[in-house]
């Protein structure tokens, strides 16, 4: 009798708190978690003094496959190490480069929400060899197309001299070899730094630790333009060496390397593509032209059908929606890149669409497009989802149906066993990969699975919660009635 009051008591207890408990999918927990920007803080100029290592290997497009460790002095100066590798597993080194310089931050930025512009100056770019082959080649490079001050870089066949340190670039003699290998700091023009606490996992350990990511400006995707591009959006992010994620066993690797000892990475085996199931966005996500979103796929594997929720907001924490895009069509059989080591490649179709605006300036937008290009001509309004397939897409969001995309797509697991999706990097200036010669050789942020199953997460009902319509045009969950749990309890309590 005891225990039922007390599940009695229980019950009353979950209905009063603020906020209550919700019995949701996993996939619907990790957007309503996204959406808690209160956990994140950014500051505005951000603190860069210290160190800050990658979490893993990075691949840029070309495809370059590399780690970074960077060092900000309090006096602005800094001293940062990029090493390349021959392979996506970051453990045949290639080069090095040491670079020096200093940087010097300025206004909060008017064209990418929360970030910091800023300005650098190189003082010396140094270069060490890994090998005779990576000498041979970046040699060659060099000597072919750099001016004349650097045609002589290094004379055919000499000989690769184990941790021997060349000079590409130095301010005092205004020598500059390195636009042969595609360098160029400027992700250092656009910078934020965001903390937020990660819970202490150990069953004997209770609160939270630390972690602060660095973001820098993101690498254009066309090799010719990256020498001159200024970003508007991130790479993946850096972490503090000493606020960090844990655990990390790149971290550690990484900040205990020099140009002389290039980081060797774990071995990780590779994974076969397993689409099949949900995925959705492990953070708010940045891409060029100050696009803020999320994303939820879910992929059918035994038909190969696929549905996406692209959610996009105004603002750096995915707090202020401005509109939703779901999608939907069919792919391709995956085959591996000869490319992009590591990666497999997917052909996808989509053929169906809707669009939810979230606020009344996209609503304008859309009401003022030309009729029939996207929907009912001065029909949408905030929060009413409407289908856009019939108008074959939506000229004013750059929608277009049916619509082919040449993708790129990678699994991995994390250190805690959980599965990741990378899906190829879109290009930087706002196209699409809709033919095989605009395939992405990079990749966007990693998703994770949500669901081993397909999930359709917004006609879902909980037990606790009835809804109405939220924002998202997805099922709202508000607490059922005190009297309807205490009626539960006394049912138990009839029971016992």
Known sequence: MVRCWWLAGLLVA?????????????CRQQLRHLQDGARIAARLPP????????????????????????????????????????????????????????????????????????????????????????????????????????????????????????????????RDCTAALGFAMHELSLVRVEKHYQPLLQPQQSGSRLVEELYLGDIHTEWVERLHYRPTGYQRPMQSAVHHVHPCPACGIIYRADEHHPPILPFRAQLPMQLSGSWVSTHCEVRPAVLFLTRYFIFHGNNHTWEGYYYHYSDPLCKQPTFTIYASGHYTQGIPSSKVRGGTELAFKVTQARVT???????????????????????????????????????????KLPHTEYEL???????????????GERPTDGSSPDSPDKRPTSYQAPLIQCAGAPEEFSNYVSLKYLGKKDANGSEALKSLPVAFLLFIALLFLRWD
């Open 14 to 26: 979950c209905a009063a708190a603020e906020p209550p408990l919700r019995w949701e999918p996993r």
């Open 47 to 174: 603190r860069l003094e210290g160190r800050w290592v990658s979490t893993g290997c990075e691949v840029r497009p070309g495809p370059e496959f590399l780690t970074r460790s960077y060092l900000f002095y309090a006096n602005r100066l800094f001293k940062a190490y990029q090493f390349y590798y021959w392979d996506p597993s970051c453990r045949d080194p290639s080069y090095s480069l040491v670079i020096k310089g200093k940087l010097r931050l300025r206004q909060a930025s008017w064209i990418t929400r929360g970030a910091t512009e800023a300005d650098y100056h190189l003082h010396k770019v140094g270069i060490v060899f890994h090998s005779q082959k990576a000498m041979r080649e970046v040699a060659s490079w060099i000597n072919q197309t750099s001016g004349e001050g650097c045609s002589g870089f290094l004379p055919p066949g000499r000989t690769w001299a184990p941790g021997a340190l060349y000079e590409l670039l130095s301010a005092k003699t205004e």
């Open 357 to 399: 605006p979230m606020d009344q300036v996209t609503v304008m937008m859309l009401n003022s497009s030309e009729p029939g290009s996207c929907g009912l001509t001065s029909s949408w309004s905030a929060g009413v989802e409407q289908d856009i397939t019939p108008t074959n897409g939506c000229l004013a969001l750059g929608i």
């Open 409 to 423: 797509f990678k699994t991995e697991q994390d250190v805690k066993d959980r599965s990741l999706l990378y899906v």
